[in-house]
């Protein structure tokens, strides 16, 4: 006689033993690791958890799983759609998201130990940290999937996906579409993350910035070998009348070690309502948010305007994550 299992959680597959292809048991530290069959696939379970979301608001297919969100530097969106994300799925949260100087961070705690901690209580843990390499790291030394949710300049895989899911249920493609990103391209990783991923696809790139805040050499370098069509600028107007997709983004004042040079650049772009008048009527302005003055106000109006729509997919994405990477999707 065999006896039925006292509960039927599926079993987490070891990171070490991870199936070949599927999400379940993965670290996400780089969108690197993405393939097109794999992000075609996230975009879809994204779908999908976007038309249950309308219809039904949550189910219970994380029930019983619990997320650590781990923030050592600030977060409006990233963690809150982490949180929303989990709970329409059913899970529930650790949140460690109001600073860790609440937390045994602020006693010395290194952030080897406070993973190994987290991960006594947490099936996945989403962390944010000011340094490069930091979410490798932390993955090393978890034994549940580690995802990246900005490390210092490094990357920010999960919004790159949720950039891109956007450009494609916005404009229904992503090859053919001239891409230019204007702004801190040097700090933002934001957009290191996703030109990386643009790669992959027939796009042309339009890199605008002042020259100091240039998008580094080892991305153009891959950008040049992957034989893209790119160009840089300092000057919005070379790209606003053939962009498909504006992406606009912040001067990273927190990265600057010279607070004069932030001064002489912060205020360089402004996207306003009579810029908007030169733009194709097909095309979308986005923004990983928060703004502090590229986009003027009165430009949300325009249905053009994308950066809200773009809000909510992060959960949708994130939701496809949180599933994929627990064996649920
Ligand atoms: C971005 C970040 O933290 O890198 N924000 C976000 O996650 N949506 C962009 C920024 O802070 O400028």
């Known amino acids: 006689m065999s006896l039925k299992p006292l509960f039927d959680f599926a079993i987490l597959p070891d990171k070490n033993h991870r199936q070949p292809g599927g999400l379940a048991g993965w670290d996400i530290l780089s969108v690197d690791q993405f393939d097109k069959a794999q992000l075609e696939y996230v975009f879809t379970r994204a779908h999908e958890m976007r038309e249950m979301v309308q219809r039904v608001g949550a189910v219970d297919l994380l029930k019983g799983y619990v997320l650590a969100c781990l923030f050592y530097e600030p977060s409006t969106r990233t963690s809150a759609s982490f949180i929303a994300a989990m709970e329409r799925l059913g899970g529930s949260v650790i949140p460690i998201t109001q600073g ?66 956007t450009i494609r249920e916005e404009l229904g493609q992503i090859d053919g579409l001239k891409v230019a990103m204007v702004g801190d391209l040097r700090y933002g990783r934001t957009v290191h993350s996703l030109t990386k991923l643009l790669l992959q696809y027939d796009v042309s790139l339009r890199f605008v910035s002042p020259e100091i805040l240039r998008m580094p050499l080892s991305i153009m370098n891959r950008v040049i070998d992957a034989g893209k069509d790119a160009r840089e600028t300092h000057d919005v107007a070379d790209v606003i009348e053939n962009a498909d997709v504006l992406y606009v983004t912040r001067v990273q004042k927190e990265r600057f070690t010279d607070l004069a040079q932030y001064e002489e650049v912060k205020n360089m772009y402004e996207i306003t309502p009579e810029l908007m008048t030169r733009a194709k009527q097909k095309m979308v302005v986005m923004h990983p948010l928060p703004r502090v003055g590229e986009i003027h106000y009165a430009v949300d109006h325009d249905p053009r305007a994308a950066y809200f729509r773009q809000v909510q997919n992060g959960m949708f994405i994130r939701m496809a994550l949180l599933a994929a990477v627990l064996g649920k999707a």
């Open 100 to 165: 860790v100087q609440f937390s045994s961070v602020s006693k010395g705690e290194t952030l080897a130990d406070t993973i190994r901690t987290l991960e006594q209580y947490a099936d996945v843990i989403v962390l944010r940290h000011p340094d490069i390499g930091s979410a490798q790291v932390a993955a090393d030394y978890a034994r549940v999937p580690v995802l990246n949710a900005g490390d210092g300049a490094g990357e920010h895989p999960t919004q790159a996906l949720l950039d891109l899911f």
